[in-house]
């Protein structure tokens, strides 16, 4: 060994010991944030299962490759990271002997090919990495940023880190083919003795520069141990457990979309009727009241912002990016974890659990940040902005766009719950819709004894179930679809379609009640069970007898179709449940619907969140239209899993918005721009809030906002009077 060699040995051990230390703190800092949170045992089912959708998502990067060149990019950077972790250990004999290399492996031939093709590869992709984030810096002129927010400078070491160690990687390869030690051949290894043939022939060379590429990994190491917020580092370990944990593993995208968590105290779903609130807890109230799994949520964001630049509330200027409400919780979390790792916390009472001893130690900044109220205003000093937690719409755009598989809307309900149960804070306008929800079941409080209306006028008779009992499918009316007059025209032509096709169906009348979506999505768990309780019971009443397989419901409204067929399953209610556009276009695809004139004037269709996103019914709107209209469907440049919300999820249909551009509008103007003259929609909260930024525009006359239904209708009954949009009895 040289004297070169005795320098860069001593330096290598000495920054790898003081990295490794410094990690090894990090990481169990990290893991007792993390085990802070509440229990989750739902996390630990289907081992299989969740292994197989880890190594898929993060192997096939299945998610980022929704990004194209940013997700092809990432992946070689990925490889690059685990492969070349080989070449870094490889460092550690170069530095001992400029001729060293790694046991066994070193010496094959395969292993110089695969490292030297994600080396530049990797080199590929970081130069494009780098370009994108540049170009898409917060700072740039003009335009918003989905790097608004993010700590940018993290980005940019973490990048140039990856790019340096790529180069002395190249370097190290290069002095040993200018010195004649590279074992492996020309054809395998071409940029390595490109790079060879111009460096000196210098024996110390590659020690040197090995030292160098440690020092460069050893000081990433210690910047991130010493920054254990760092998501854009650190999610290259905590991924795998963040994806191996979610909450449906089967789902191929967005868990954390469809059914909501049931509320949970430690762990268990909680039952109102047995729930106390000073020995349950009822939402989160303090950061520590997430579950673990919440926490290690909050410690795996990348920065990235793919969420922020798709969330419906941030594009319209409100101040909600679920982006920046992650890094606000895990930031909070961090700063609170010296108080509560002391033994500090509140409990259900709102009692300090620890003793004045247990805190007598601990840093200012530690108590002060555990004084903050989760959920207030600036002034409040509170963690999350009032508004920011009201803008949500729980559309789920975050969710499915998320790589790392983060459950934004679970979180921001679970904040709601404990606001709405325990605080009664909450947009005073919803208070009318749940008094009306507790007092006559359904949003606008209309009397129950007027859900039949919209059969009246109809050339056949509706069924109600139990005046027939053969009926194929029970078909679930909706609030919206009995009492709000745009949707009662799509529940008339679902019905008049489905008798013309021959269905059997039955409706329940006046035995249905909400859902309990809206009730479920604002916060309020307590009336969500008291209305859910009631359907279930009905339906099962109702569907007496029969096996899952025969439980066959249909529904117009997706925030139904997604309560029914996900929720109810928490509360004893399985059922087969259908979006009627998946019905329509069963009936259309086996001949039993006819469309026979095509609707004209150019047509596209808007996908809502609870039937796109949540539950992945992209085709079978789009199947319908296909069959209905003239030429092709127009589509917007947002659709299926990128679409852009109305407005109205998360129960913001009872809310005022009063923050930054309407969304409604927003989606109105997109659609109006392809120049379709029609505009169909899947839900009636969508119609409502896309007819009315409509006729917010003065277009009302040029640009109609009708059901899938009601198109398919007018194909296949021509000759049903239509009558005009406003005035049609059915469609
Ligand atoms: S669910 Fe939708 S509105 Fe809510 S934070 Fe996510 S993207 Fe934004
Ligand atoms: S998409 Fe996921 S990882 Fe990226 S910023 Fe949003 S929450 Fe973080």
Redesign the pocket.
């Known amino acids: 060994m040289g004297s070169v060699q005795i320098v860069t040995t001593i330096l290598a051990a000495a920054i790898t010991a003081v990295a490794v230390w410094l990690a090894v703190r990090a990481v169990l800092k990290m893991t007792a944030v993390i085990r802070l949170g509440q229990p989750a045992p739902e996390r630990f089912t289907d081992k299989g299962a969740r292994t197989k959708t880890m190594l898929v998502e993060t192997a096939g990067h299945t998610r980022m490759l929704k990004w194209g060149v940013v997700g092809a990019a990432h992946w070689f950077v990925m490889v690059g990271f685990i492969v070349l972790s080989l070449l870094v250990l490889e460092a550690y004999f170069e530095v001992v002997t400029p001729t060293g290399g790694l046991p066994i492996i070193g010496h094959w031939t395969i292993f110089g090919l695969a490292t030297e093709v994600i080396t530049v590869l990797g080199l590929v992709g970081i130069v494009v990495l780098m370009a994108i984030r540049l170009r898409n810096r917060p700072n740039r002129p003009g335009g918003r940023s989905?790097f608004t927010g993010?700590t940018m400078w993290q980005g940019y070491f973490v990048e140039w880190i990856v790019l340096l160690v790529l180069i002395f990687g190249l370097l190290i390869r290069g002095f040993k083919v200018a010195t004649d030690h590279f074992e492996y051949p020309f054809w395998a290894t071409p940029v390595s003795h490109a790079v060879g043939a111009v460096l000196p022939d210098w024996q110390d060379g590659t020690s040197v520069a090995a030292v160098i590429k440690i020092i460069i990994s050893m000081t990433w190491l210690i910047v991130i141990s010493l920054n254990v917020t760092m998501?854009v580092a650190w999610?290259r370990f905590l991924a795998f457990p963040n994806i191996f944990f979610k909450r449906e593993p089967a789902r191929p995208a967005g868990s954390g979309l469809g059914a909501l968590r049931p509320m949970t105290s430690q762990g268990k779903p909680l039952d109102f009727e047995e729930a106390d609130p000073e020995k349950d807890q009822f939402g989160v109230a303090h950061v520590e009241q997430f579950s673990w799994k919440g926490l290690l949520?909050f410690s795996?964001?990348?920065?990235?912002?793919?969420?922020?630049s798709q969330c419906p509330a941030w594009n319209t200027g409100k101040p909600l990016s679920?982006?920046l409400l992650?890094?606000s919780l895990r930031d909070h979390a961090y700063a609170k974890a010296p108080y509560l790792l002391a033994g500090g916390g509140k409990d259900l009472t709102g009692e300090e659990k620890a003793t004045q001893a247990q805190l007598a130690h601990l840093d200012v900044l530690a108590l002060a940040e555990a004084d903050k109220p989760l959920i207030g205003t600036a002034e409040e000093g509170g963690v999350i902005d009032p508004d920011v937690l009201w803008s949500c719409t729980t559309c789920g755009a975050?969710v499915e766009?998320?790589?790392?598989?983060?459950e934004?809307v679970d979180h921001i309900v679970d904040m709601r719950r404990y606001q709405v149960l325990i605080e009664s804070s909450f947009p005073s306008e919803a208070g009318v819709m749940l008094r009306n929800l507790e007092n006559k079941g359904n949003p606008w409080g209309a009397p129950q004894n007027t859900r039949e209306d919209w059969t009246k006028g109809l050339d056949f008779e509706v069924p109600r179930v139990g005046e027939v009992d053969d009926f194929e499918y029970l078909f679930w009316v909706g609030c919206a679809g009995a009492f709000e007059d745009r949707a009662k025209k799509t529940t008339r032509a679902v019905a008049t379609l489905l008798n013309e096709a021959g269905v059997k169906f039955a409706i329940l009348g006046e035995g249905e009640t909400c859902s309990g979506d809206p009730a479920r999505r604002i916060g309020n768990e307590f009336v969500f069970q008291m209305l859910a309780q009631q359907n279930v019971e009905t339906l099962n009443e109702a569907f007496e007898g029969r096996e899952k397989a025969k439980r066959k419901i249909v529904a117009t409204c997706p925030h139904c179709f997604n309560t029914l067929g996900n929720e109810y399953g928490q509360l004893g209610g399985e059922f087969e449940v259908v979006h009627h556009t998946q019905l329509l276009a069963h009936l259309v695809s086996t001949g039993k619907l006819t469309p026979v004139q095509p609707v004209d004037g150019g047509v596209t269709y808007h996908d809502p969140c609870y039937l796109g996103r949540h539950n992945r019914v992209f085709a079978a709107p789009r199947e319908v239209l296909g069959d209905a209209i003239e030429g092709d469907l127009t589509e917007m440049p947002r659709n299926s899993e990128r679409s852009f919300c109305c407005g109205a999820g998360g129960a913001r249909m009872w809310m005022e918005e009063k923050i930054g551009k309407r969304i409604n509008v927003d989606r109105v103007e997109e659609a109006m721009a392809t120049g379709a003259k029609t505009v169909a929609v899947g839900c009636p909260f969508c119609s409502t809030m896309l007819n009315d930024g409509v006729n917010g525009k003065g277009a009302g006359e040029q640009v109609e906002v009708i059901d899938v239904a009601s198109v398919l209708l007018r194909s296949v009954k021509p000759e049903q009077p239509q009558g005009g949009k406003e005035t049609a009895p059915v469609g």
């Open positions: 989905r993010s998501g999610h949520d795996t964001c990348t920065e990235c912002g793919r969420c922020q679920p982006k992650v890094l975050c766009q998320c790589p790392v598989d983060i934004h």
